[in-house]
């Protein structure tokens, strides 16, 4: 399996950004797919993002305004870039790839919009 790691989480204003990183253990070039999810306390975790290795992206419509994923292939990280934040966006963000099986999580960063 893959060993994920996020970073870049915190506390953050209303209306601020932040930009979370995914780490990898193996060559992000190799991945067809990497993810960003979310899960807040009492819902569902859900996906933010996705990229493909042929760079094509998908981000559900609710966020695509404000979210976007990248790939840094120097860096070896996928990269999630959040704008305009709202308490709404407050989870615990999580990278993941493969699939079920033989798919891997990090451990999750927390994300926390608060004045």
């Known amino acids: 399996q893959v060993h994920l790691v996020e970073s870049g989480g915190g506390l953050v204003q209303p209306g601020g950004s932040l930009r979370l990183s995914c780490t990898t253990s193996d060559s992000i070039a190799s991945m067809p797919r990497m993810d960003w999810y979310r899960e807040a306390p009492g819902r569902q975790r859900e996906l933010v993002a996705a990229i493909f290795g042929e760079g094509k992206t998908t981000i559900p419509d609710g966020l695509k305004d404000r979210f976007s994923i990248s790939v840094n292939y120097v860096k070896n990280t996928v990269d999630l870039q959040m704008n305009n934040l709202n308490p709404e966006d407050t989870a615990v963000y999580y990278c993941?790839?493969?699939?079920?099986?033989?798919?891997?999580w990090g451990l999750g960063t927390q994300v926390t919009v608060a004045s």
């Open positions: 993941h790839t493969g699939t079920t099986p033989n798919d891997s």
